[in-house]
């Protein structure tokens, strides 16, 4: 069983950045790939990063790449998500995910456990 509390979200003019942070309970962090999704009003979920266990690996969302920047530190039980150049549309409820792989995956069905999301508002 893994518990994930994200933090870091805000408001923020477009342009500026964030980076969230998602911390995981227990001592097996290092088994689970970690993924960042979001969801804004009436649109549904969709992938926005993930890392692989070891954290060698990693994939965007093609909205995104370029801008954000996920990372872990399997030390800390914390997966972070860089934001930079934030735009409006980047605004949404972000949440982090873990699954029981050693790859990086985009599919939101497939992971296992999710936190709570922390609100990004990206005012114009």
């Known amino acids: 069983q893994v518990q994930l509390v994200e933090s870091g979200g805000g408001l923020v003019q477009a342009g500026g950045s964030l980076r969230l942070s998602c911390a995981a309970s227990?001592?097996?962090?290092?088994?689970?790939?970690m993924g960042w999704f979001r969801q804004a009003p009436g649109k549904e979920r969709e992938f926005v990063a993930a890392i692989s266990r070891g954290g060698g690996n990693t994939d965007y969302a093609d909205s995104v790449k370029g801008r954000f920047a996920i990372s872990r530190d399997n030390a800390k039980n914390t997966v972070y998500l860089q934001m930079v150049s934030l735009k409006p549309e980047d605004a949404a409820v972000y949440y982090c995910?873990?699954?029981?792989?050693?790859?990086?995956?985009?599919?939101?069905?497939?992971?296992?456990?999710w936190g709570q999301g922390t609100q990004v508002t990206v005012s114009s």
């Open positions: 995910a873990a699954v029981r792989t050693w790859k990086t995956n985009a599919v939101a069905d497939r992971y296992e456990y």
């Open positions: 227990g001592r097996t962090f290092g088994i689970y790939a």
